[in-house]
């Protein structure tokens, strides 16, 4: 599925974990990231520096993960090393996929949260 985040290109590196399902809400996330610097207007470099908040160079990336996203649940489905699993889906149409866990037995046998889990999982195996 194709996704979008943030990439930072004055440091190259991604700019912030959340995945977003739609370009238009990464491009408004940018001021959310920004927000907190305004009023010093300098950015915190990774590396114990700063920039001026002018010349932070944030841009919407894409990036192609084989999840599926479930709004009746208000999950978004991966396999990770063939074990299904999920992370919330978040106000805002986002995820932040180091929020994955590994579904738990209990839940892949109840009635009837257990089916719709077995669902999601073929349909990841056919994208595979």
């Known amino acids: 599925m194709k996704l979008y985040r943030?990439?930072?290109?004055?440091?190259?590196?991604?700019?912030?974990?959340?995945?977003?399902?739609?370009?238009?809400?990464?491009?408004?996330?940018k001021e959310v990231v920004r927000w907190p610097y305004e009023a010093s207007g300098r950015w915190p470099?990774?590396?114990?520096?700063?920039?001026?908040?002018?010349?932070l160079d944030l841009r919407v990336e894409v990036v192609e993960l084989p999840v599926l996203v479930d709004r009746s649940l208000e999950?978004?489905?991966?396999?990770?090393?063939?074990?299904l699993g999920s992370a919330p889906l978040?106000?805002?149409?986002?995820?932040?996929?180091?929020?994955?866990?590994?579904?738990?037995?209990?839940?892949?046998a109840h009635p009837l949260l257990g089916p719709l889990l077995e669902n999601a999982r073929i349909q990841l195996l056919k994208e595979d």
């Open 6 to 29: 943030l990439y930072n290109l004055s440091e190259t590196a991604p700019a912030a974990g959340l995945h977003f399902l739609k370009r238009e809400d990464a491009e408004r996330y």
């Open 45 to 55: 470099r990774a590396d114990g520096g700063e920039i001026p908040l002018e010349q």
């Open 75 to 83: 999950l978004v489905l991966a396999r990770h090393e063939g074990q």
């Open 90 to 108: 978040l106000a805002g149409d986002c995820f932040d996929p180091r929020a994955w866990e590994a579904c738990s037995p209990e839940d892949l």
